[in-house]
């Protein structure tokens, strides 16, 4: 009979860790911006349907970076939860937070017991009537969760873009001047010094949906024809 080799707590750990963190960088950056008007969702993502930036409740947002099987199926499974505990319950009772403490609770299952972790980091974003109470959370591959204050950047080189988008934050932007902020960083470590709208994923949480559009549905995503003319808008 075949003796495996011993491997300590501590270094498979650190392997699994070593591991996911490679397959996250390799891929594009996301940018979450909570800004005057919303919360801004900017992802660089060429592909017209494989979505980074989804719906997952009326003013919850999901963004992703990673590999795609693994965060789709992570969204998936937010948005049965919130439809399940809107239904069940209120739809008040469907917050970030709970849906940001499931997601943990699953990557952390998965990190520990699982042969192989995912190789995803994720964005729950809710907006709120006020900028103040806007939350983001972001969560790790090994179910990690941080309480974020003002923007998320996660993917690719992810101290690059996000020294360039906080060079630039402050609460005061609109849609269209976080939008610009999030594109000046995520074209902060390439050559380029800007990315066409094909290249982009945009979408917002609007927080004035419920007065200005009539209806509870926050999330809006945008096409490269509003992409174009929020990018041309006077700063």
């Not at 270094?11 to 979450?32: E, N």
């Not at 965060?71 to 970030?96: I, K, N, P």
């Not at 690059?160 to 470590?189: P, T």
Request: charged residues 25%; contains cysteine.
């Amino acid at each position: 009979m075949t003796q495996q080799f011993y491997v300590s707590p501590e270094q498979l750990m650190k392997d699994r860790a070593d591991f996911a963190r490679k397959g996250i960088a390799r891929g594009r950056s996301v940018v979450v911006i909570s800004c005057k008007d919303g919360i801004a969702l900017v992802a660089e993502n060429p592909s017209p349907s494989l979505h980074k930036i989804g719906e997952i409740y009326d003013k919850i947002a999901f963004a992703a970076v990673g590999k795609y099987n693994e965060f789709e199926s992570l969204r998936q499974a937010g948005v049965r939860y919130a439809d399940v505990r809107g239904y069940s319950y209120d739809r008040e009772d469907v917050t970030a937070r709970g849906l940001a403490s499931v997601y943990a609770q699953s990557l952390g299952a998965v990190f520990t017991a699982e042969q192989k972790p995912f190789e995803v980091e994720l964005a729950v974003a809710e907006v709120a009537q006020t900028q103040e109470a806007d939350h983001l959370y972001r969560l790790t591959f090994d179910g990690s969760i941080a309480d974020e204050h003002g923007f998320i950047v996660m993917g690719g080189q992810a101290d690059k873009v996000s020294e360039a988008v906080a060079a630039g934050w402050q609460g005061e932007l609109d849609f269209a001047g976080a939008i610009r902020l999030a594109l000046a960083g995520l074209v902060a470590d390439k050559e380029t010094t800007t990315l066409p709208a094909s290249a982009l994923e945009v979408a917002v949480l609007d927080r004035g949906s419920e007065t200005g559009r009539g209806t509870r549905r926050a999330f809006r995503r945008l096409e490269d024809a509003d992409i174009v003319a929020l990018l041309a808008e006077e700063k």
